[in-house]
């Protein structure tokens, strides 16, 4: 490979540190802030007089020990906040089954909590109408459900 100029190599440290910039700014989670800190050690050791080699070294070190050292300690403080909706009410409720819950055929409606949700068996067994199964999840609009 060709030696790079000492301005070249300012010039794509520069770049990697806007790139990876730009891309966690673009995204709501921690992606690429640990390469940021890399590209700069990068910046820092081509500054510093290191050939390109023992630079990308310092920015595969630095970006790993970053890494390594702040994600613990993101994800910790971090949380994702769990919204609970009014479909959350039902789950461990008893309910009616109102219409036979057959997974082959992809039938099966329960009422639980007054309301009626399409339904479906745990376990895959045919749920016989009347009756009373325990909701165990919910899987997109279906309850899925296993006899009591």
């Known amino acids: 490979m060709a030696e790079l100029s000492e301005n070249t190599v300012y010039i794509i440290w520069a770049v990697a540190i806007i790139v990876f910039g730009i891309a966690e700014a673009a995204t709501a989670q921690l992606v690429s802030i640990w390469f940021v800190i890399g590209a700069v050690a990068g910046l820092i050791s081509a500054f510093c007089g290191a050939n390109f080699y023992v630079q990308l070294i310092v920015f595969i070190a630095v970006s790993v020990l970053a890494l390594v050292i702040t994600r613990p300690l993101v994800k910790k403080y ?63 609009v279906k309850l899925i459900v296993k006899i009591k």
């Open 78 to 140: 971090i949380k994702p906040k769990k919204e609970h909706t009014n479909a959350d009410r039902v789950l461990t409720q008893d309910g009616i089954v109102v219409e036979e819950i057959n997974n082959t055929l992809g039938k099966g409606q329960v009422k639980v909590d007054g309301k009626l949700w399409t339904a479906r068996s745990e376990n895959g067994d045919i749920i016989p109408e009347g009756s009373i199964v325990k909701t165990e999840k919910i899987s997109g």
